[in-house]
Nanobody, 124 residues
Framework: QARLVESGGELVQAGGSLRLSCAAS????????MGWFRQAPGKEREFVAA????????RYAESLKGRFTISRDNAKNTVFLQMNSLKPEDTAVYYC?????????????????WGQGTLVTVSS
């Protein structure tokens, strides 16, 4: 049974940084492209970042470029999201997801497995 478990979300002041982690189990991690999405209260889930199986290619939501960085460690079956210069509008539940194959995917429908999410709250 595939399982994705996010961690690292917490309350942080505006301008601060957080590093989210997503540990995968029950799947051949290196066969999956990985992505991060977020969902703020009352809003739809939106794409944040994605990376290919090797981590060699990445893609970001335009509004987040330069502040967020996605990376992965295939030896540890873990994907990361480094978030810098956080703003109150970054407050959301952050989800990691796995898409079989090596294509950068930005749609929620492209992803097969999802974690339960981790809450990031940015105070002003």
């Amino acid at each position: 049974q595939a399982r994705l478990v996010e961690s690292g979300g917490e309350l942080v002041q505006a301008g601060g940084s957080l590093r989210l982690s997503c540990a995968a189990s029950g799947l051949s991690f290196r066969l999956y492209a990985m992505g991060w999405f977020r969902q703020a209260p009352g809003k739809e889930r939106e794409f944040v970042a994605a990376t290919t199986r090797s981590g060699g290619s990445t893609r970001y939501a335009e509004s987040l470029k330069g502040r967020f960085t996605i990376s992965r460690d295939n030896a540890k079956n873990t994907v990361f999201l480094q978030m810098n210069s956080l703003k109150p509008e970054d407050t959301a539940v952050y989800y990691c997801a796995a898409a079989f194959g090596d294509r950068i995917a930005i749609g929620t429908h492209d992803y097969l497995y999802w974690g339960q999410g981790t809450l990031v709250t940015v105070s002003s």
